[in-house]
Structure formats: structure tokens, C-alpha cells
Nanobody, 121 residues
């Protein structure tokens, strides 16, 4: 099992920046990729960004050029730097992790409890 704990959410004005982080513990060696899902009010859950152990990143079109995902494998952490935030970025952000087979199927087995990000206009 892998446990994920997020931190760093909060309230920010449109155009501002926020950084959220996640610490992983447990069976870390089984993890191939980590990332962030977003659950916005009234919308489907969306994979915002992901990063593999080798550093390959992927982003949702809605955040490209504004968000940056990074990992520190030595510290078992993943972070999401969010710049130029918009009100539509508001939502609960969940740290996720996937084992190899899951990742290539596009699924993530391990989820954190979520951290709330609110962007005011």
C-alpha cells in the first residue's frame, strides 16, 4: 500500500500562484508515476498533471503553460506549482500514484485525501 498526504491548498486571487505538495509513504518502490487530479464543483474529475519516475510529464490542456509538476524521488514527494490561476481552477486537488501496469492503463490506485484550492475572481 501507498499512503499519500497533500498540503498547501488555500484561497488565492485570480492571477496568483499556489504550490501544493504531496508526501508518499509505504510501498514506494512499486510506484511508476504520480500526479494530481482535480475535482471541480459540478464537473468530472480531471487528471491535471502527471510525472513518471523518469521525469516524463503530461498536462491537461487547460493547465499547460501555467502549471508545473515536479518530483523529488529522494524525498518521495510530488508538487504542483500553479501560476496564473483562474477561477475555473477552483476545486479539490488529489495527489495520486500508480504502479506500472496501472499507469499504462491510465488509472491510479492510490489517492490522497485531497486539498482544496479556491481561486477568487
Amino acid at each position: 500500500q501507498v499512503q499519500l498526504v497533500e498540503s498547501g491548498g488555500g484561497l488565492v486571487q485570480a492571477g496568483g500562484s499556489l504550490r501544493i505538495s504531496c508526501v508518499a509513504s509505504g510501498s514506494i518502490l512499486s510506484i511508476t508515476a504520480m500526479g494530481w487530479y482535480r475535482q471541480a464543483p459540478g464537473k468530472q474529475r480531471e487528471l491535471v498533471a502527471s510525472i513518471t519516475n523518469g521525469g516524463t510529464t503530461n498536462y491537461a490542456d487547460s493547465v499547460k503553460g501555467r502549471f508545473t509538476v515536479s518530483r523529488d524521488n529522494a524525498k518521495n514527494t510530488v508538487a504542483l506549482q500553479m501560476n496564473s490561476l483562474r477561477p475555473e481552477d477552483t476545486g479539490d486537488y488529489f495527489c495520486v500514484a500508480a504502479r506500472r501496469a496501472e499507469y499504462y492503463r491510465g488509472s491510479y490506485s492510490f489517492w490522497g485525501q485531497g486539498t482544496q484550492v479556491t481561486v477568487s475572481s
